[in-house]
């Protein structure tokens, strides 16, 4: 009998070892609620609605990620992400199983780590994640709504390297061999000649250091040879930073966006289709546009109420350049915004929201506010 309880002791000793070294997690999140939107113009154009609104804290999802250790250090790692809609369990892409992750790498404390597959850019990470108070959710309320590169950029087929984290700064660098962003310079497919396919570039720098956080990133997508638009690329570069001052948690950003633009919920450029179809869908991500740009901003600040609830307030502005305004008659777009969350538990928060962007997609008098409540629950 002793000789059964020693041999199943050791046996859960053994069990327990293996599984230090090698995990998988399942989670995911849920988020729905209610919200009032009215985008208008001048003239008299535009709607209304009221309804239930899903993800838009975060993003309804469940994923798998999971790392392996491979001795002297090293780990293989990996992620798989689906999005999906609450409100009628439809997949968010009915085109792909995991359309906001799916890759795999190896990573070490001492050199870092090496990514292979579909991920968000560093400007999505490292910007808009690490400064923005309403963390690239809150659809046009988030900073990714004017630093568009950052918009919850995804990338196919990228090989990114980030950096071990040294004195609390990390660098990364990321090339997509096709990035399968809908442009008007070339396929969203990949294709055997790397020249003929959408490529692009995301770079970061970040630091953390106590209260103090700041980064730079820089993004550059270039469109296929074979295309019309042979040799053209748009370039974003951003910076920001954020200081902790405990009662308030201040944030302020700038960033440029030139040959071109992100398309979307963000720069405009493809006219009244925004004003009707504000999500953007069924339009191009990036569109090449040689001479024009524009110029990004964001000044926010989180205050905490106390140990279980936050203020969220932020104000952001595209300010297009005189090309842009010559060929778009683009005007400044100018977003205010206001939120508020309380935690529950870790895992579970109620939040509440109200904005208006004038000038919506850099629109003349186009105008679109938005009011909300809901709940979010992470497991």
């Known amino acids: 009998m002793k000789k059964t309880l020693l041999a199943a002791a050791l046996l859960a000793g053994f069990a327990g070892a293996a599984s230090a070294q090698s995990s998988v997690t399942l989670y995911g999140i849920l988020d729905g609620g209610l919200r009032y939107s009215s985008v208008s113009l001048a003239n008299g154009d535009g709607f209304t609605n009221f309804g ?12 798998m990620r999971g790392v392996e250790s491979l001795g002297n250090g090293n780990n293989a790692i990996f992620q798989i992400e689906s999005g999906f809609t609450l409100g009628n369990g439809a997949p968010a892409d009915s085109g792909r199983l995991f359309n906001r992750a799916s890759w795999f790498g190896l990573q070490n404390n001492a050199w870092g780590d090496a990514r292979l597959g579909r991920m968000t850019n560093l400007t999505s990470d490292w910007m808009v994640g690490g400064i923005d108070p309403f963390q690239a959710g809150f659809n046009q309320m988030n900073m990714g709504h004017a630093f ?13 390297y980030r950096s071990p984290v040294m004195s609390g700064a990390q660098a990364g660098l990321g090339y997509s061999f096709a990035s399968g962003l809908t442009t008007n310079g070339g396929t969203t497919t990949y294709n055997f000649s790397s020249a003929n396919n959408t490529r692009a570039i995301t770079a970061g720098l970040k630091y953390a250091n106590g209260p103090f956080y700041a980064a730079a990133t820089y993004e550059r997508v270039a469109a296929a040879d074979g295309s019309a638009l042979n040799g053209k690329s748009v370039n974003s570069w951003s910076i920001g930073g954020s200081y902790d001052l405990k009662v308030v948690k201040l944030a302020a950003g700038y960033g440029q966006t030139r040959d071109g633009f992100w398309a979307g919920s963000g720069a405009g450029g493809t006219g009244a289709t925004l004003v009707t179809n504000p999500t953007g869908s069924g339009t191009s991500a990036l569109i090449f546009a040689p001479s024009v740009g524009y110029n990004s901003y964001i000044a926010a600040a989180t205050v905490p109420v106390n140990a279980t609830s936050r203020v969220l307030l932020s104000w952001t502005m595209i300010a297009p350049n005189t090309n842009m305004q010559n060929a778009y008659n683009a005007q400044n777009q100018s977003s205010y915004n206001l939120g508020y969350t309380y935690d529950f538990t870790k895992r579970t928060n109620l939040y509440a929201y109200a904005g208006q962007t004038v000038n919506y997609a850099t629109i003349d008098t186009a105008k679109s506010t938005v009011v909300g409540l809901g709940m979010r629950h992470a497991f």
């Open 148 to 160: 568009t590169s950052g918009n919850t950029v995804r990338m196919d087929n990228v090989l990114m």
């Open 52 to 63: 239930g609104a899903y993800g838009v804290q975060s993003g309804n999802r469940f994923g």
